[in-house]
């Protein structure tokens, strides 16, 4: 119990580290604001382009400002679990902090959810900013009837992206990755979510190939579901995606169903490679940057 | 009885390379690469071979080596950064890393090693302090107390990006004494200070492991910093090849002085000269390629200036151009050099 209390009091600091870190950057906070906005604001003058246009965003109701800043939600959130693990161990490796995390009693876990903060800090907010935005001021409208449901599937979002995120991470000791770019977060993030993932447009306006593909990221299962409920006029009903046609489940319960299956696998398996890959470090000696 | 803090029992260490074909290319050794899952691209290095010592608690513990001797290959093992192949560790009374890791602080200069460039020095001290579990309110008068120690208590709200590199080592050492444990291991800690900031920190080491009971271990370069050691250990090709007392190890020097010269012309048949003189212990020339042209000679010899003089007559009438001789006292780098050519020759 004591060295459980002893991990959660330096998560703590590593949070309030983070913060100061990440404030310490004066125009930080308003960049981040005015990013998030003009963000949103590209989507919306979008939006005005199909405005009278018979756009087919079926089953996901008919605002498109609404559909885009749900896509946005989801790029910030995965861009922060899946993108940034990688970017995070190599920032502590190449700036000498990974010997000191390895030097001190924390187990494996704390240090890697302690840096991960700044990002959570920096990337979680803009969902809601991007929702604040899109409602206040580009016409966006939400339904929040569904709202427990609607956090079950962004948590189970949160997990399974983590999970892929932390496989991303795990090559820079496992595979030995220490350049900038890593071929797992390049395939998923840069190929596989940026074409599949729905962000900006349905799923089934893609060729059907690819949107087998995009069965195969949790992207896909959040965006569909959470359109469904929070856009105004969402269908629950209709079945779009490939998996949806196959198996005879209702389509929200079959995208948390799957999402679920996704967190199972990915967040242990990212874990266990992790941990696998600081285990062959301490082998080889290349746990931390002075040999 | 005085308890032995530190066991260690028949280490070996090899890092494994690939030990692969050189004429292989392309897609083999690629494959091989993956399946191999080693980082190593060069052959198998030896680092450390059956490395066996004890160190009692309250010892002050020096290593010294040349480069690649093993030196930083035994302390990360000792620390939990690096596993050996084989072989015990027993820290504190438990060799399991978590405790392992509990009972020793690293003090090591590598990078200034985490030092965190948006935060203060204070900032700096507490979230060290932090990782390693120390008590909010212990944290903040044991900051205070270690910068008053070493003489930071003015700096404590700079930015480390304001601190000059000696007072970022300084920074790295108070890290090191702020939590307290009953193991320090200090990793070349004399590298980017002053000659005064260095000998403070040879007595802070000192009278702090003293007075609190403390076992220190000192890798260095330095001889200074050897000097406040009770007992060194010499390591050479990953073996140690001497554990004795300052006093013991400095026996067989006991009345020798090193002979310093730099000559033009001077072949190698004239050191075997210089090595059948009676009262030269050891003589050692450096003759590889490099931009200067002159020869460095050294010679360890008996406290003669007769002997001097012979040395110095004999290369006359060879027509070496002597550039430069100087007699000074043995230091460790030449008792050191006397172990390494005394177990080559058993060898």
């Known amino acids: 119990m004591g060295k459980l209390r002893s991990e959660f009091d330096s998560l703590i ?6 913060y100061i870190i990440w404030s310490s950057y004066r125009m930080n906070a308003w960049m981040w604001v005015l990013d998030t906005f003009f963000n949103t604001t590209i989507f919306f003058f979008l939006s005005l382009v199909t405005k009278g246009a018979t756009i087919d965003f079926f089953p996901y109701g008919t605002n498109y400002v609404t559909f885009i800043v749900l896509g946005l939600s989801v790029y910030y959130i995965s861009f922060t679990n899946l993108g940034d693990p990688f970017p995070r161990v190599a920032r502590i490796y190449w700036g000498g902090t990974m010997d000191l995390y390895m030097l001190s009693p924390l187990s494996y876990f704390t240090p890697m959810m302690g840096v991960m903060y700044r990002s959570v800090i920096d990337d979680y907010p803009r969902v809601i900013l991007a929702l604040l935005f899109g409602g206040v001021f580009f016409g966006a409208s939400y339904n929040f009837g569904n709202l427990g449901l609607s956090m079950i599937l962004l948590t189970l979002l949160l997990i399974s992206t983590f999970g892929i995120g932390m496989i991303s991470a795990s090559s820079f000791y496992l595979f030995n990755f220490k350049q900038k770019a890593e071929p797992i977060r390049f395939i998923f993030q840069d190929i596989i979510i940026a074409l599949t993932a729905g962000y900006y447009y349905p799923l089934t306006v893609l060729p059907y190939p690819l949107q087998v593909l995009g069965s195969f990221i949790p992207h896909t299962y959040a965006l569909d579901a959470l359109r469904r409920l929070i856009i105004p006029g969402g269908n629950l009903y209709v079945k779009v995606l490939p998996l ?3 198996i005879n489940i209702q389509p929200i319960t079959l995208d948390i169903i799957i999402l679920a299956i996704m967190s199972v696998i990915a967040l242990p398996l990212g874990w266990w490679m992790y941990i696998k890959g600081i285990k062959k470090a301490r082998r080889e000696g290349t746990l931390t940057r002075w040999q | 009885m005085i308890k032995k803090i530190i066991e260690i029992k028949n280490i070996n260490k090899k890092y494994k390379g690939f030990d692969f074909n050189k004429s292989e290319r392309g897609v083999g050794l690629w494959i091989k690469n993956i399946f191999q899952l080693t980082s190593n691209k060069a052959d198998s290095t030896l680092a450390l071979k059956d490395i066996t010592f004890s160190i ?3 010892e002050i ?6 480069n690649g001797a093993g030196k930083t290959t035994l302390i990360k093992i000792l620390s939990g950064l690096l596993n050996p192949d084989s072989g015990s560790i027993n820290i504190n009374g438990s060799s399991k890393n978590y405790d392992i890791k ?4 690293y003090i090591s200069t590598n990078g200034w090693m985490g030092l965190e460039w948006q935060l203060t020095v204070r900032e700096n001290l507490i979230l060290y302090g932090d990782i390693f579990g120390m008590k909010s309110k212990l944290l903040n008068k ?7 120690l070493i003489g930071m208590s003015e700096n404590k709200n700079k930015n480390i990006s304001q601190l000059s590199a000696g007072m970022r080592q300084k920074l790295t050492i108070a890290r090191g004494l702020l939590i307290d444990k009953p193991v320090m291991y200090l990793d070349e800690p004399s590298v980017s200070l002053d000659v005064n900031s260095a000998r403070d920190l040879r007595h802070i080491v000192k009278t702090y492991t003293k007075k609190n009971n403390k076992t220190a271990i000192i890798t260095s370069h330095v001889p200074a910093d050897l ?3 009770n007992r060194i250990m010499f390591l050479s090709k990953g073996e140690i090849i001497a554990l004795e007392t300052k006093e013991k190890l400095y026996e067989p020097y006991k009345n020798r002085k090193v002979l310093d010269m730099k000559c033009l012309y001077f072949k190698d048949e004239y050191l075997e000269v210089i090595k059948n003189f009676e009262s030269v212990l050891t003589a050692t020339a450096d003759f590889s390629k490099n931009s200067k042209d002159y020869i460095e000679i050294k010679a360890v010899i008996k406290n003669d200036k007769k002997l001097v003089t012979e040395i110095m007559d004999m290369l006359l009438d060879k027509n070496v151009i002597i550039l430069n001789m100087n007699v000074k006292d043995v230091s460790i780098k030449e008792i050191y050099e006397y172990y390494v050519v005394d177990k080559e020759t058993r060898d």
């Not at chain 1, 600091?13 to 983070?18: D, G, L, Q, T, V």
């Not at chain 2, 044991?142 to 008053?148: A, G, K, M, P, V």
């Open chain 2, 142 to 148: 044991r900051s205070d107390e270690i910068l008053e």
């Open chain 2, 56 to 58: 009692s608690e309250g």
């Open chain 1, 13 to 18: 600091m590593f949070s309030k580290r983070e």
């Open chain 2, 102 to 105: 509990n009972s020793i602080s």
């Open chain 1, 244 to 246: 949806q046609k196959v």
């Open chain 2, 227 to 229: 000097a406040i050691c």
């Open chain 2, 61 to 66: 513990f020096g290593i010294y080596g040349s």
